[in-house]
């Protein structure tokens, strides 16, 4: 058994990467060699570790790595990834993680696993590696996923009946959803900014936008659809797919037009897209967690819309931190509860 270093390991290629995180069946998106390189790009350094064991990666974890002063911060997002690993692979990749954070001069890692709450071994499992409860998640703890193994029919026959009369009324109101790329990014960025300002959220730059369709594009694990009405885009969406599973990571719409219902079509559509692409299910992404008030909470008009496609509402473990100067944790979790909203 041995551990592998991307950087310094030219056969651990981005493709054998994907292939390992896929192995896992909860390998997510954000463990993807991709993902690592769009964050590259806009403040954080990827660092990608895994674990080889009688010529057979078992075990993998994306690590990015933010400064803070002479510092810096480690976060595992939606990871690690484990692929048929023994007891002692596992134990190797997490040693290799502490030791690269202590490294890096590292004052915490936080990893945010895509393990569900209800499993109590996997709390056990990050317990017995060092860390503790999180106060402060990165990604949203809470999700509603739409499981879209059935037919178009059956798909609709579990949305409430409102969505689903919704769906066909924005054909009937001359909504029409195309995909657009990276032509359509500057009618999706308008729209991002117009809601961005009425929702008061934070929204990522053109910039990234782009370089996320540059990344994912050539694999086909991204699509950005704008909704149009008499050709004027009103509604976009960005969602991902990978290793079955698809995502709706950014969602805009405009002021004009919304009794249309150009939201309702465009999730429609993502999800046909989705099974076009194999995915067996698709993420509404981000409720509030259960500690937050459903009727006051920042996105619980958010989570009326998503529940009303009829999928099952997940939780997960949520963040787990290891602290290596735990003096300046208080610190750093504000940090990060600022930096909370719009984290994708």
């Not at 190797?92 to 696993?113: I, Q």
């Amino acid at each position: 058994m041995r551990l592998l270093i991307a950087d310094d390991t030219p056969t651990l290629t981005s493709a054998v990467w994907d292939a390992l995180i896929a192995r896992d069946p909860r390998g997510h998106l954000l463990q993807t060699w991709a993902w690592g390189d769009l964050k590259g790009g806009f403040g954080w350094t990827p660092l990608r570790l895994a674990v080889e064991r009688d010529g057979v990666l078992v075990a993998g974890a994306q690590v990015l790595y933010r400064r803070a002063g002479p510092f810096a911060i480690g976060y595992v997002p939606k990871g690690p990834a484990f692929a048929g690993a023994d007891e002692a692979a596992v134990d190797a990749l997490w040693e290799a993680l502490h030791r690269e954070c202590r490294r890096r001069r590292a004052l915490l890692l936080k990893v945010e696993p895509e393990w569900r709450d209800e499993e109590t071994a996997c709390h056990d499992a990050l317990r017995a590696r060092g860390l503790a409860p999180s106060p402060t998640t990165v990604q949203p703890r809470r999700t509603i996923i739409v499981d879209l193994q059935a037919d178009d029919e059956a798909l609709l026959a579990r949305m409430k009946p409102k969505w689903r009369y919704n769906v066909r009324l924005s054909e009937r109101k001359g909504i029409a959803v195309r995909s657009a790329g990276v032509e359509g990014l500057d009618a999706f960025y308008a729209l991002m900014a117009v809601t961005g300002e009425r929702d008061t959220f934070g929204i990522h730059s053109k910039a990234y936008y782009r370089r996320a369709l540059e990344l994912f594009a050539p694999q086909g694990r991204v699509q950005l659809m704008l909704a149009e009405y008499e050709g004027q885009p009103v509604a976009g969406l960005m969602a991902y797919a990978f290793n079955g599973q698809a995502w709706y990571f950014y969602g805009a719409s405009g002021n004009a037009h919304r009794e249309r219902m150009p939201n309702h079509a465009l999730q429609w559509r993502a999800m046909q897209w989705a099974k076009e692409e194999g995915c067996s299910q698709y993420d509404l992404w981000g409720i509030p967690d259960v500690d937050e008030d459903p009727e006051t909470a920042p996105l619980s008009g958010v989570q009326r819309f998503k529940e009303g496609f009829g999928g099952e509402i997940v939780r997960y473990v949520g963040a787990y931190d290891r602290m290596y100067h735990p003096r300046l944790y208080g610190l750093l979790e504000r940090a990060w509860a600022l930096r909370r909203r719009g984290s994708l």
